[in-house]
T-cell receptor, first 110, second 115 residues
Framework: EDQVTQSPEALRLQEGESSSLNCSYT??????LFWYRQDPGKGPEFLFT???AGEEKEKERLKATLTKKESFLHITAPKPEDSATYLC???????????FGQGTTLQVKP | NAGVTQTPKFQVLKTGQSMTLQCAQD?????MSWYRQDPGMGLRLIHY???????DQGEVPNGYNVSRSTTEDFPLRLLSAAPSQTSVYFC??????????????FGPGTRLTVL
């Protein structure tokens, strides 16, 4: 069964304290792995797409990496404005659909 | 470009009432979809459409209807609202054919409460 699990559920960091969010997946035929950011009361906002193991993408303080079983979203020297819920989703060739994880809520304190 | 727009932003219904959630996009995307988001459940696909006149069911379609008469619009109808349909609803669109391969762009959401 296709499945996506994100950890931790919640993460509190001090400003400047780097960390990583994990997205573990089981999927029959990975078509793509997507990272989204969601602010309270708003829709998910696209961050990255990764298609194959070993691929990496960066945007400002965020870097996403992909292996055959998991993806990491590394946050370097975070700022309070990075506080949000980060969602991971995988595309399945089995169902042809996206499967979303439950998200990691990040809080960065000044 | 307004992107994906949704109306209303908030709605309260009584059990048994019907209503339509509106979704529109101005990016000429072929693919549109509806999700619901519940605490601890992640985003779950309700219905989707690969183009005007073509719709299909997602993971949780019961109690909802959709139609796609134009490329721009993809309304979601609740036939007889139930408290279990209390949720936040998101509409999304993507430029390509593949839900599993193409980036989806989400609307701001409709927060629905069914009493």
């Amino acid at each position: 069964e296709d499945q996506v699990t994100q950890s931790p559920e919640a993460l509190r960091l001090q400003e400047g304290e780097s960390s990583s969010l994990n997205c573990s997946y089981t999927v029959s035929g990975l078509r793509g792995l997507f990272w989204y950011r969601q602010d309270p009361g708003k829709g998910p906002e696209f961050l990255f797409t990764l298609y194959s193991a070993g691929e990496e993408k960066e945007k400002e303080r965020l870097k996403a990496t992909l292996t055959k079983k998991e993806s990491f979203l590394h946050i370097t020297a975070p700022k309070p404005e990075d506080s949000a819920t980060y969602l991971c989703a995988v595309g399945s060739s089995n169902t042809g659909k996206l499967i979303f994880g439950q998200g990691t809520t990040l809080q960065v304190k000044p | 470009n307004a992107g994906v727009t949704q109306t209303p932003k908030f709605q309260v219904l009584k059990t048994g009432q019907s209503m339509t959630l509106q979704c529109a996009q101005d990016m000429n995307h072929e693919y549109m979809s509806w999700y619901r988001q519940d605490p601890g459940m992640g985003l779950r696909l309700i219905h989707y459409s690969v183009g005007a006149g073509i719709t299909d069911q997602g993971e949780v379609p019961n109690g909802y209807n959709v139609s796609r008469s134009t490329t721009e619009d993809f309304p979601l109808r609740l036939l007889s609202a139930a408290p279990s349909q209390t949720s936040v609803y998101f509409c999304a669109s993507s430029p390509g054919w593949g839900l599993s391969t193409d980036t989806q762009y989400f609307g701001p959401g409709t927060r629905l409460t069914v009493l």
